[in-house]
């Protein structure tokens, strides 16, 4: 059950759970930031003055996810550790020491590596679309709504796409 639980979990379900939470998360907050700057024509000001809003709106936003990511994946694979030590001690009794040695003994360094890899792409593909969306956003407010649904469910889309 240890290696089960450990390669499924830092592999393949720390990775897609933490990135549909992103997706729902900072995918709908930067698809209305960014329509909402578009409706007050703040990105039309930006790119009077000379600003590129590509620069200053989407690289940002993109890069954060990209750094965050890994991170999140980080703590969600140490979150998904420690339930399934909770779980191995309450209904089949083993220890947490046990638990740990056959963790060690049965899940490689590389399964680890390879769910913290997809993290950086995850976060690139959310920031991507979620700012692409944004900049999508029609004068109506009525759109943001729509836009930001779009960004969420294209996102949660594409990760689990790219996953498989």
Same mark, same amino acid.
């Given at each position: 059950?240890? /290696?089960?639980?450990?390669?499924? +979990?830092?592999?393949?379900? $720390?990775?897609?759970?933490?990135?549909?939470?992103? $997706?729902?998360?900072?995918?709908?907050? !930067? #698809?209305?930031?960014?329509?909402?700057? @578009?409706?007050? /024509? =703040?990105? $039309?000001?930006?790119? #009077?003055?000379?600003?590129?809003?590509?620069?200053?709106?989407?690289?940002?936003?993109?890069? $954060?996810?990209? &750094?965050?990511?890994?991170? *999140?994946?980080?703590?969600?694979?140490? *979150? %998904?550790?420690?339930?399934?030590?909770?779980?191995? @001690?309450?209904?089949? /009794?083993?220890?947490?020491? =046990?638990?740990?040695?056959?963790?060690?003994?049965?899940? /490689?360094? @590389?399964?680890?590596?390879?769910?913290? +890899?997809?993290?950086?792409?995850?976060?690139?593909?959310?920031?991507?679309?979620?700012?692409?969306?944004?900049? =999508? &956003? @029609?004068?109506? #407010?009525?759109?943001?709504?729509? !836009? #930001?649904?779009? %960004?969420?469910?294209?996102?949660?889309?594409?990760?689990? +796409?790219?996953?498989?």
């Amino acid at each position: 059950i240890v /290696d089960l639980m450990g390669i499924s +979990a830092t592999r393949e379900l $720390a990775p897609l759970i933490a990135a549909i939470v992103i $997706a729902g998360r900072s995918a709908s907050s !930067y #698809t209305a930031q960014i329509g909402v700057m @578009k409706i007050t /024509d =703040e990105i $039309a000001a930006m790119n #009077t003055m000379g600003f590129r809003s590509f620069e200053f709106i989407i690289i940002p936003r993109v890069m $954060a996810l990209v &750094v965050a990511m890994p991170l *999140i994946v980080a703590i969600s694979d140490a *979150i %998904s550790i420690i339930g399934g030590m909770m779980v191995a @001690k309450l209904n089949l /009794d083993i220890s947490f020491a =046990e638990f740990l040695r056959r963790f060690r003994e049965a899940v /490689d360094i @590389k399964h680890i590596f390879i769910g913290l +890899a997809k993290a950086p792409i995850f976060g690139f593909l959310i920031g991507l679309i979620a700012c692409f969306r944004g900049f =999508e &956003v @029609k004068n109506t #407010t009525q759109s943001i709504g729509i !836009y #930001t649904t779009k %960004s969420v469910v294209n996102a949660i889309f594409w990760v689990i +796409a790219f996953d498989a």
